[in-house]
């Protein structure tokens, strides 16, 4: 079972975030809270998948970020936004986080969302992550030299890289491409190593910008 912690400022999403997701036989909603509760929540229900709301008036989601990734044993984190331009997204994203997922999303994909989460995949729809990266011009510069490092990668690395960008766990990679899991995990560590990011996640941000996540952007013949 895949316990869950949803945060939100608003009780009607709360609520229904938790009627949908203990809907499925594999997850449940142990705890709901409002932000200034969050961390203690957290804390008590032992969740492995925090749905954090990215903007809250009474504690900002980003601070609730840090102080949860700061617990000894902190859960995965993914953060809740309305539209798909929220410029604090990229920063939660590089601040840990997971992925992302707008409020709107279809509940009947929220389960396998959380499943993928609970995995150790990435959570973050390509439509949206382009409109996060586009609605920053000023990190452009700083994102080209970073694409540049695409050309270290392998042919199996960028099929990798975009396995992940898609949400994959590393099981679901090796069963994708028949791979063991440890030679997943060998290449994710090269990827992660060559591309000199810290985390998958910022990994899938990396393919989203360079355009692999296109048709026929970076897939191998495999």
Known sequence: MIRVVVVDDEALVRSGF???????????????????????????????????DIRMPDVDGLTVLRAVQALPA??????LTTFDTDEYVLTALRSGAAGFLLKDTDPAQLAQLVRT???????????????V???????????????????????????????????????????????SVGTVKDH????????????RVQAALLAQR?????????RGGH
């Not at 609970?118 to 992550?129: D, E, K």
């Not at 994710?188 to 985390?199: E, N, P, T, Y």
């Open 18 to 52: 938790e009627l949908i997701l203990n809907a499925a036989d594999d997850v449940e909603v142990v705890a709901t809270a409002v932000g200034a509760d969050a961390v203690d929540t957290v804390r008590k229900a032992c969740p492995e998948v925090v749905l954090l």
């Open 74 to 79: 902190p859960p995965v984190v993914a953060m």
């Open 117 to 131: 989460l609970a995995a150790g995949g990435v959570v973050m729809s390509p439509r949206a992550s382009h409109a």
């Open 133 to 179: 990266l586009r609605g920053h011009p000023a990190l452009d510069t700083a994102a080209d030299e970073d694409v540049a490092r695409m050309g270290r990668l392998t042919g199996r690395e960028r099929d990798v890289l975009v396995l992940i960008a898609e949400g994959l766990s590393n099981g679901e990679i090796g069963t994708r491409i028949h791979l």
């Open 188 to 199: 994710v560590s090269a990827i992660l190593s060559k591309l000199r990011v810290g985390s």
């Open 210 to 218: 360079a355009g692999l996540l296109e048709p026929g952007g970076g």
